[in-house]
Every structure is written in structure tokens, then in C-alpha cells.
Nanobody, 124 residues
Framework: QVQLAESGGGSVQVGGSLTLSCAASGYTYSSGCMGWFRQAPGKEREGVAAISTGRGSTYYADSVKGRFTISQDTAKKTLYLQMNSLKPEDTAMYYC?????????????????WGQGTQVTVSS
């Protein structure tokens, strides 16, 4: 059974930084995607960043390019999201997710396993 646990969220002022972590267990897929998604109240869920587990290729939403960095520790099966230069519009619940096949890594529709989320709040 796949389990995901996010941590690292919190409150930060504009321009600050946070690093999110997602510990995965029971993940035995040879390839696929791991990604970070976020959702603010009243808004649609959006893909933030993703990484292909096989190749390590990364993908980012235009809104976070140059500010966020996604990475993975394959041995620990842990996913990270380093967030710099945070803006108020980054405020949301952040979720990590995994899927067993590669393709459309920033689209959440076909992701099968999700964490419970961690809150990120950016204020001025």
C-alpha cells in the first residue's frame, strides 16, 4: 500500500523560503511521476512541479519557474520542493502525489496516490 506524508509547510513573509518534503512508502513502481500540486480555497487544483522517477526530468508550472526546485532522494523515496521568493499567490494547501506511469506529469487527473497536504501561507 502506497502512503505519502508531507511536511515542511508553514507561514512565511513575502520573499521568504520554505522546503516541503514528502516521504513515500510502499512505492515499487519502476518508472512514473512524482509531483507537487496545490489548491487554494475556491480554486482548482493545479500542478506545481513534477519529476519523472526514472529519468529525473523535471517539470514546472510557469508561475513557479525560477523560484521553485523539485528534487528526489530515490533511496529514501522522498520528494522535496524548495520554494524561494514566495508570493502571496503561492498560499495554498500543497499535496504530493505519485503515479506508476510516465506522461503528463503536471496533470493530476491520473495520479492515484495522494498525501494529506501541508499548508503554505505567504503574507506581506
Amino acid at each position: 500500500q502506497v502512503q505519502l506524508a508531507e511536511s515542511g509547510g508553514g507561514s512565511v513573509q513575502v520573499g521568504g523560503s520554505l522546503t516541503l518534503s514528502c516521504a513515500a512508502s510502499g512505492y515499487t513502481y519502476s518508472s512514473g511521476c512524482m509531483g507537487w500540486f496545490r489548491q487554494a480555497p475556491g480554486k482548482e487544483r493545479e500542478g506545481v512541479a513534477a519529476i519523472s522517477t526514472g529519468r529525473g526530468s523535471t517539470y514546472y508550472a510557469d508561475s513557479v519557474k525560477g523560484r521553485f526546485t523539485i528534487s528526489q532522494d530515490t533511496a529514501k523515496k522522498t520528494l522535496y520542493l524548495q520554494m524561494n521568493s514566495l508570493k502571496p499567490e503561492d498560499t495554498a494547501m500543497y499535496y504530493c502525489a505519485i503515479k506508476p506511469y510516465f506522461g503528463a506529469c503536471l496533470v493530476g487527473t491520473w495520479y492515484r496516490d495522494w498525501g494529506q497536504g501541508t499548508q503554505v501561507t505567504v503574507s506581506s
